[in-house]
């Protein structure tokens, strides 16, 4: 078994501002995000600006912290939002969910889109390889938390959180880190390096993104306010999962038919 590590979920005090590492992380996602972005930017056949580059980045994170959060709420805490529903700005209790900043990014890159008039399946291609950089290091984020552990598990390296229990549990935010973040960024970036249909990228995103969350949910505790939702094994996370691989699935075949169609025209 290892010893959990205890870090301080504060990273440093402003006066009477406390900043969170979890806050950091995001923030360092965004900053790392932009910089890879600006180097895809340099290749011609993407069509973006600096500037450009620019703006998808804050229609971006807009789109993670609404959605996000609104997600969460709908997603996973239902009853304090219909019970209570200012509590949905109360952001400083927690509480963020990836399917629904994934819904927001794309509603709010849809609008940017229009407003450039340019194409929305271009941009998602552009971005999506950049995307497990911000998810790895949230992962991170939630590790120092000490929240969104494991399972209990025998395994040697389970570690005990402070706030799961005396029992030994599977460091998943770590796992998740791995292949939500490094894993999953290397295979977009490498696949993206070369031309590739519209829209391709970005259902290999969702292909990817979904059989990896869906996995590691084998791993991950379920949420206690909402525990397994069927068959005593699925939960919420690989249920808004699955159909994200379908909808992958079902992008990518459009976009080699598509690609495959023009060729022989």
Known sequence: MLTYPQINPVAIHLGPLSVHWYGLMYLAGFFIGWWL??????????????????????????GVIIGGRLGYMFFYDWPDLRDNPWFIFQVWKGGMSFHGGLIG???ALACYARSIQHSVVRIADFIAP???????LGRIGNFINGELWGRVTTVPWGMVFPNGGPLPRHPSQLYEFFFEGI?????????????????????????????IRF??????????????????WLTKGQLLSFPMMLIGILIMSWAYWSNKRCNNI
Not at 38 to 50: I, K, L, P, S
Not at 130 to 136: D, N, R
Not at 184 to 191: A, E, G, P, V
Not at 215 to 232: K, M, N, T, V
Request: net charge positive.
């Open 37 to 62: 972005l600006a180097r895809r930017a340099r290749d011609a056949r993407w069509g973006f600006t600096q500037e450009q580059v620019s703006d998808i980045l804050f229609y971006t994170a807009l």
């Open 105 to 107: 990014v794309i509603i």
């Open 130 to 136: 950049v995307v497990p950089v911000g998810l790895g």
């Open 183 to 211: 894993i999953l960024f290397l295979i977009l970036w490498i696949y993206s390096a070369k031309p590739r249909p519209l829209g391709a990228t970005s259902g290999l995103f969702l292909i990817g993104y979904g059989a």
């Open 215 to 232: 996995s590691l949910e084998f791993f991950r505790e379920p949420d206690q306010q909402i525990g397994y939702i069927a068959w005593g």
